[in-house]
């Protein structure tokens, strides 16, 4: 699997939620690098397991709903 890559605001975007979710929870600053350091485990460590969680529910569903297409069949 590719490596789960952030855009720049988007990471930037998560390091904020994680500095802001340790001050509101935790009660506890952390610096950026701390931040960007647990964000890098994350999405190295437990991103592939929400993609793929991610993916099988999208196979679910697709599979759910493609008999739904047969609907939208054109009468002569």
């Given at each position: 699997m590719k490596e789960i890559k952030?855009?720049?605001?988007?990471?930037?975007?998560a390091i904020e939620e994680l500095k802001s979710y340790f001050q509101s929870e935790r009660e506890e600053e952390i610096s950026?690098?701390?931040?960007?350091?647990?964000?890098?485990?994350?999405?190295?460590?437990?991103?592939?397991?929400i993609y793929n969680k991610a993916i099988?529910?999208?196979?679910?569903?697709?599979?759910?709903?493609?008999?739904?297409?047969?609907t939208l069949e054109k009468q002569k």
């Open positions: 952030l855009t720049p605001d988007q990471h930037k975007m950026d690098l701390a931040a960007t350091l647990l964000l890098d485990f994350i999405t190295k460590n437990i991103g592939p397991l099988k529910d999208a196979h679910y569903l697709m599979g759910e709903n493609i008999d739904e297409l047969f």
